[in-house]
């Protein structure tokens, strides 16, 4: 097998068109003696409020730093609940128990892993401060039904974006929709840095001041320490990086997109459950998740034709062994935990590799009466 491999990410790849650029930039800011805040990542503020669409954005140090800030600036504390889908990265409950907070899982949709919102309905109590729905792989949450009522009923939207920056649910970006939102500029989302970053987005003032005083030591003057926050400043370096690189990310989302479409068409008739987008949203493809009964054994077919693959995530939040108090049963994200594999889906893929991921896949099905993934409950309003 002499073909070239196709990874899940070409880091060098994507940067290596910007080195001038990026190299330029940081002498810029030897020459300037500019590290940490101050004027690029003003700029950057700037430019990536402009791209949201939102009245402000407060570049920190990374997506978790991002969801803790969020939690703290609408009050969140001891005592607090705050809801969350269970099938999603860790950093959120850790952002929750950092600020003393209970989580409240609730289970997926089967169609689109996203939160299912008939259970953040049931979810909501007196104590429930927060919901955090999670933008995964790349999908926007439709909010129709819970947006209203969290309004209502003065309970915060905070939207967890890590993953789906120039998304949009109904043409409103995701980062824009909620009271707040967290981004993340990790080196492997659709839009990163080179370390660690993130943003937190906010049409409120009086949140974006908190944010922006929660973000430098609580200082609410030089030395004034108004509150007990934490250093979680963006650095100058990595704010350039992103100057840099955000006018490219819709071309690069529309190169993922691309890939993702020959995934659609070449793999429909096959017993794979292919991703499905809900009417009311987009997807800028952080992944492309399929599910299938027996992932490892496609794992290891795609692995011996030199395709990386991988699974995001084998362990949905309440069963992770921090927790020691078990919340649960979950059975739809448990499954989703059990049977998802995420396909090469990177801008720096052509459209031959795609078809190369496509064709191994129908080996793989060939080679053996496969069986289906569990069927759901199909979908009305839902497009694949
Ligand atoms: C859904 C989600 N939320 C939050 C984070 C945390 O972001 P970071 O790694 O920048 O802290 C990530 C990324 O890793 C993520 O995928």
């Known amino acids: 097998m002499n073909e070239k491999p196709i990874e899940m990410l070409d880091l060098r790849g994507e ?107 049931a979810a909501i109590g007196p104590r429930t401060k927060a919901v955090v729905p999670v933008h995964l792989y790349g999908l926007a949450v ?9 309004k209502e009923r003065e309970i915060a939207l905070i939207e967890d974006a890590a ?10 970006k995701v980062g824009s929709i909620g009271d707040l939102a967290a981004f993340s500029f990790y080196p ?13 987005t906010t049409g409120r003032d009086d949140l974006a001041e908190e944010i922006r ?11 004034e320490h108004g509150r007990f926050g934490w250093n979680c400043r963006l650095d100058a370096f990595q704010a350039a990086v992103l100057s840099i690189k955000l006018p490219s990310l819709d071309r690069r989302n529309e190169a993922r997109r691309r890939i993702a479409a020959v995934y659609s068409e070449k793999l429909r008739d096959l017993p794979l459950r292919l991703p499905e987008i809900p009417e009311s949203s987009t997807t800028v493809w952080h992944q492309y998740a399929v599910r299938v009964a027996d992932r490892d054994s496609l794992a290891t077919h795609l692995g011996s034709r030199g ?8 362990r949905c939040l309440h069963e992770q062994p921090a927790y020691l108090e078990k919340q649960g049963p979950f059975p739809v994200a448990e499954q989703a935990a059990r049977e998802v594999l995420c396909l090469p889906v990177h801008p720096g893929l052509t459209r031959e590799d795609a078809l190369r991921v496509s064709h191994a896949i129908r080996e793989w099905v060939e080679s053996a009466n496969r069986p289906v993934a569990t069927p759901e409950r199909a979908g009305g309003g839902v497009r694949q």
């Open 142 to 150: 439709p909010l129709d039904r819970i947006r209203t009522v969290l």
């Open 213 to 223: 005083v929660l973000r430098d030591h609580g200082q609410t003057g030089k030395y």
């Open 307 to 314: 395709i990386a693959s991988a699974i995001h995530y084998p």
């Open 15 to 121: 940067h290596h068109v910007l080195r001038e650029e990026i190299l330029a930039a940081i002498g810029s800011l030897l020459e300037a003696g500019q590290f940490v805040l101050g004027e690029p990542v003003k700029r950057f503020e700037r430019e990536v409020a402009d791209y949201l669409g939102v009245k402000h954005a407060i570049g920190v140090s990374s997506g978790t730093d991002a969801l803790w800030l969020a939690l703290r600036a609408v009050g969140t504390g001891p005592g607090d609940e705050v809801i969350t889908p269970t099938y999603s990265f860790f950093a959120v409950s850790e952002a929750i128990e950092r600020c003393g907070a209970t989580p409240v899982f609730v289970d997926v949709d089967p169609r689109t892993f996203l939160l299912d919102d008939e259970q953040v309905l």
């Open 188 to 200: 492997t989302k659709n839009l990163g840095c080179c370390g660690d970053g993130g943003l937190v």
């Open 163 to 172: 993953q789906a920056i120039g998304a949009d649910w109904k043409g409103e």
